[in-house]
């Protein structure tokens, strides 16, 4: 990182260290592995455009806090992290108490700082989503297995829907995922070769032009003609589909005082009924409300906790 990126992050921090939630007076302090810091709520983010997720973050973390008073919450923080093991090291050191995050982070999360699930998160209506994989109309893929010795376009190791889902259902379906230096490269005959486009409009882009041969985005971004235009997708075919995971989950340090830990989840599970909480929620990428983690839901994570560790042991 830059001398201009390491700025960047020291004045968010210090934004986030000056900033303010609404004020209380204190009633019983919450026990807290922050020394004098009894009287915060800190909402992580693993981020590398801090200025853009701040004004995200902090509205709701406000409201949030503001229901709090009576706990002896009377500030909120917002602490960025550049990846997961930053931020799986202020869990661990209770510098950060929720982080909101998607389902294959909170998982990660999970294995590396024992960050428990909260709710899961609805944005725009839609609370879980799946992975489609596609390729050009004419192409002679015509399912998952004829992938095999051919080449995709993923986003970057972070994504769920466009690296971990799909790493983990080749390997289900007997394919090795091989890193590709270039879209030129040419994999090894029993692997699936893949490279990283970063974007999910340069993926369609990737599969339109023949750069390779096919790409994997999440459902939501298929539907969306910003990610996959209608020019691109009338050339495209899908050749499978995974099964939905949840497209975003909230998590909470391990140790968090169980009264703090409970009333965060009550004022969520409320705030989409509440109109008070309408505009935050909107700033809090176009959340429409947060729901318990069911069975089905915790039986996929469960199924990302395994995919994971078998994507890191196999893959990276």
Not at 100 to 112: D, F, K, N, Y
Request: aromatic fraction near 6%; charged fraction near 25%; glycine fraction near 8%.
């Amino acid at each position: 990182m830059g001398w201009l990126g390491r700025m960047q992050w020291g004045l968010l921090g210090l934004a986030c260290l000056l900033s303010a939630g609404t004020c209380f007076a204190a009633s019983a302090p919450v026990p807290t592995n922050r020394q004098g810091d009894s009287h915060v709520l800190v909402l992580g983010r693993i981020t590398d455009d801090p200025q853009a997720h701040y004004p995200q973050l902090q509205p709701l973390l406000d409201y949030v806090v503001a229901h709090m008073h009576d706990l002896g919450i009377r500030e909120g923080r917002v602490l960025m992290a550049r990846d997961a093991q930053q931020m799986a090291s202020y869990l661990r050191r209770g510098r950060v108490d929720w982080v909101t995050e998607t389902a294959g982070t909170a998982v990660a999360l999970g294995q590396r700082a024992d960050a428990r699930p909260l709710l899961l998160t609805e944005r725009s209506g839609v609370r879980d989503y799946h992975s489609v994989f596609f390729v050009r109309k004419e192409s002679p893929v015509r399912q998952l297995a004829d992938l095999r010795g051919h080449t995709v376009a993923l986003q970057n190791v972070a994504s769920t829907s466009a690296y971990l889902v799909p790493a983990m259902t080749l390997l289900e379906h007997g394919m090795v995922p091989q890193i590709l230096q270039s879209p030129d490269d040419v994999p090894t005959a029993d692997a699936v070769g893949y490279v990283f486009a970063r974007t999910e409009l340069n993926i369609a882009t990737f599969v339109q032009k023949g750069m390779v041969d096919g790409g994997v985005v999440s459902s939501v971004d298929w539907d969306d003609e910003r990610r996959v235009p209608p020019a691109f997708k009338h050339d495209l075919r899908v050749i499978f589909r995974t099964a939905p995971y949840p497209r975003a989950v909230e998590v909470v340090r391990a140790d968090l005082d169980v009264r703090v830990r409970d009333r965060l989840q009550q004022v969520l599970l409320d705030a989409a009924n509440d109109p008070a909480a309408r505009g935050a929620l909107q700033r809090f990428f176009g959340t429409s409300g947060f729901h318990r983690v069911d069975a089905r839901m915790q039986q996929r994570l469960d199924d990302l906790k395994r995919g994971l560790v078998r994507v890191r042991m196999e893959v990276e």
